[in-house]
């Protein structure tokens, strides 16, 4: 069972993330029993057949780094798990996409950000909104994952406004010039 | 000059931490060798050929007497007792220890410093006019500007992981000290008829492989909205920018592809959204930045110091310097001193660790104890009284730092090259120096008039050939180091790319190519024209068929010696 982040604390999790083989069309795959994070393209073309079970809660869809968020939108009250996938973990789409689905879609279920994902950017992470988010599995010991949950706070006030604090430091409190 | 206040330290002091523990993985192999790679480049640290590179911010080219202090004693403790000054008024160690590095740090944030955000993939750190605050043409101060800009990139969550890095620069004078045009953003502080601020704002400017000038997007954002609309394009380029394909990952490559009238629609429809957003600019908070760049108390003096005009008709040398190095101040009875980081022999934009204190003594002693970097890779004590000018000259004279050629011939740009850089095709500071000796002769220099001359080691262009009036390049050939040049670029408000005048020269031709085209202009100059100018009239037809010509007799010298 793999372990994600979750509200700054670790916990055991049993969803899977469906990932398309070259030669795997969206429209037939078969989406097995469990709760699965689907790629968009099977949504979509299977959103007839698997609605139920997103409104259910068993299973939610994730997007890549060139997937247009706003695709989502009418989706946005029947899903409550998306994903965004770092391909990378130096590709930054995920974090834009994120602050999107947020900030512009007013989407208020919970979002995984997935694949590539380093301790070392959990701190961007929940800035763009992501609630959750799932290393690779056996990327990180489990005392390793342990003490990465420090980066989660590895800044305490930062300058700019982002999804988990909208206002920018300058709206949040009063800086004054000291002589 | 803007002072920390408890958020800004604390905020570099937790980048301290955050990277003390990263460097630690990575020496501990918890951390990949791939995954250290852009943490450590955030944190300007580069591996380079000798030993990994520390590149530290300046924001704006902004620095006071205690951070020259600090970093003459980096510069003693942890390196081999100099520093280098960049073309993006930063700062670079080229020797010291991984492991030291957040040491170096932590030093740093004592004295407000960090190197955030120096390198990598984000927005790099803001540059802006040095001669911000003094300057006779100024009509805006870009500096809280620059600064507001600066807090708001530190740290952008979403903006850590761009497709390419993102440089952003700021002018508020008619004239542009910061070469807006080659910057990924330019902002150009403007009015409105009613004196209201905001930006003219020019995007997909840069050098490198592909050279290109900005374009317009926007003619006019109130300063309000600066913030957000550089958002709305940011996120625009991070969205949609290649990632694919390194060398087309820059914003111009996007601008250039969309074309930008349909890069411009996509901003503005991203901006509506931002538009009055939470990121939009109060008054309080530009004026609270703004308190940090007030002038300082200047005392009441006349226009022109007589002592000052005494000293220039009887001492030479010093009247050399004054004309070269003393630029007009926009108070009565000062003037801007820059400090000559080009004495011939020396790599261009090295400094000693005695001279980083040397210069700290004297910002106290002659300039409130500040100074700045410009791109040009000198230093300037920005508020300087003229009746002082003397006494400080021969200070700076004592610290090899009064080469009166600011703007001349031996001013020279110039990248490490290959001498300290992985990435370099040729060296670079041996051509300058050896162009530098040609050149001594102060007299000539000095007649020869304003001319920049810029080198880089390699197609990356970070000695800014492509806008030198006279641009050397280094290029690989069969595994030999030869040099392309072009003539006729130009940074400033008339931003222009330099034509590559023929085939590539040997490393010792090339003190005799700058040779050849500075006779061609010599010889067919109008009175008072600078060398770009000549080369705006004339075209490069004559500067191409003397180089060559020059060269052929020449190599049949050479052969006449060798058969005779
Ligand atoms: C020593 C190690 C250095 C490395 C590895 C390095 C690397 C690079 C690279 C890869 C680029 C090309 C980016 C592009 O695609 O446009 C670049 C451009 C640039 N670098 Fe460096 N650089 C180094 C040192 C410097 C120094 C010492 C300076 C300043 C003196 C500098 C300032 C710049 C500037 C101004 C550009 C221009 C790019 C533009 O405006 O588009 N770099 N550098
Ligand atoms: S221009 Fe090339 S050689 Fe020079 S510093 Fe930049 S990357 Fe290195």
């Not at chain 2, 100099?82 to 944030?109: C, G, K, M, S």
């Amino acid at each position: 069972m793999a372990e994600i982040i979750k509200h700054g604390a670790i916990h055991a999790d049993d969803w899977e993330v469906l990932r398309l083989a070259e030669d795997d069309e969206a429209g037939k795959v078969e989406v097995a029993h469990g709760r699965w994070i689907v790629p968009l393209a099977v949504w979509q073309a299977q959103r007839d057949k698997l609605a139920a079970r997103a409104e259910a809660g068993v299973l939610g869809v994730w997007l890549a780094g060139g997937d247009d968020p706003a695709q989502l939108a009418d989706d946005l009250v029947r899903l409550q798990l998306i994903a965004v996938d770092f391909p990378k973990f130096a590709d930054g789409r995920g974090y834009s996409i994120a602050t999107l689905l947020r900030a512009r879609l007013g989407y208020g279920g919970e979002l995984r950000a997935i694949g590539n994902v380093l301790r070392d950017q959990f701190f961007f992470y929940i800035r763009c909104g992501f609630d959750v988010i799932q290393p690779q599995p056996g990327k990180y010991s489990a005392e390793q994952l342990q003490s990465a949950l420090a980066s989660l706070k590895d800044f305490s006030e930062p300058y700019q406004g982002a999804v988990d604090r909208a206002e920018p430091l300058f709206r949040r409190v009063s800086r004054e010039v000291r002589a | 000059m803007y002072q920390y206040d408890e958020y800004d330290q604390r905020l570099v002091d937790e980048r301290v931490a955050q990277f003390r523990d990263q460097t630690r993985r990575y020496l501990a192999g918890e951390l990949g060798e791939d995954e250290f790679r852009p943490l450590r480049l955030q944190n300007g640290v580069y591996i380079q050929r000798h030993a990994p590179m520390l590149r530290i911010a300046i924001p704006y080219g902004n620095l006071r007497a205690a951070q020259l202090r600090k970093l003459a004693h980096i510069a003693r403790t942890y390196d081999r007792g100099y520093a280098h000054f960049t073309t993006r008024q930063n700062v670079q160690f080229n020797w010291p220890a991984l492991e030291d590095v957040p040491e170096i740090l932590a030093e740093l944030a004592t004295v407000q410093m960090h190197a955030i955000q120096t390198s990598g993939n984000c927005i790099r750190n803001v540059t802006s006019d040095p001669f911000a605050g003094v300057a006779g043409d100024e009509h805006t101060d870009p500096r809280p500007w620059a600064e507001l800009v600066r807090q708001w990139s530190t740290f952008h969550p979403e903006f850590a992981f761009l497709p390419r890095k993102f440089k952003i620069a700021v002018n508020g004078a008619t004239e542009d000290r910061a070469v807006i045009q080659v910057h990924d953003i330019g902002l150009d502080l403007k009015r409105d008829e009613a004196g209201n601020i905001g930006f003219r704002v020019l995007v997909g400017g840069g050098l490198g492989r592909t050279p290109i000038i900005g374009d317009e997007i926007a003619a006019f954002v109130p300063w309000q909205h600066v913030l957000s609309y550089c958002e709305a394009i940011l996120r625009v380029y991070n969205l949609h920018g290649r990632r694919d394909n390194l060398y087309k990952a820059r914003i111009k490559i996007l601008v250039k592809a969309l074309g930008i009238e349909e890069f411009r629609r996509q901003v503005d429809a991203e901006f509506a959204h931002l538009k009055d957003g939470p990121a939009t600019l109060t008054e309080a908070e530009v004026a609270r930045v703004a308190q940090h760049f007030v002038d300082p108390e200047y005392a009441a003096l006349p226009a022109t110091d007589a002592g000052y005009e005494a000293k220039k008709a009887e001492n030479k040398p010093f009247a050399a310097w004054a004309k070269r190095n003393v630029r007009a101040h926009k108070r009565p009875g000062y003037a801007s001193v820059v400090l000559s980081l080009k004495p011939t022999g020396v790599a261009p934009g090295d400094i000693t660790a005695e001279q980083l204190d040397r210069v700290a003594e004297l910002s106290e002693r002659y300039s409130f104890g500040e100074v700045r970097v410009t791109h040009e890779q000198n230093l300037v004590l920005a508020d300087v009284r003229q009746s002082e000018l003397f006494e400080l000259w021969q200070q700076v004279r004592d610290a090899r730092l009064s080469t009166p050629n600011i703007g001349l011939l031996t001013d020279i740009i110039a990248c490490p090259g290959g001498d300290f850089c992985n990435l370099a095709n040729a060296k670079s500071i041996p051509i300058a120096n050896a162009i530098q000796a040609r050149f001594d002769n102060l007299d000539y220099l000095h007649d020869i008039g304003e001319i920049e001359l810029n080198i880089s080691g390699c197609m990356n262009a970070c000695g800014h050939h492509h806008v030198g009036h006279i641009g050397v390049l280094g290029v690989d050939k069969n595994g030999e180091e030869w040099y392309q040049v072009t003539i006729g670029g130009d940074q400033g408000n008339h931003t222009a790319l330099g034509k590559v005048i023929g085939p590539s020269f040997a490393a010792h031709e090339m003190p005799d190519v700058v040779e050849s085209l500075i006779g061609v202009y010599l010889e067919l100059r109008h009175a008072d024209e600078r060398f770009i100018d000549t080369v705006r009239r004339v075209g490069a037809e004559p500067f191409k068929t003397r180089v060559y010509a020059d060269r052929a007799a020449r190599l049949e010298d050479e052969r006449k010696v060798v058969n005779g």
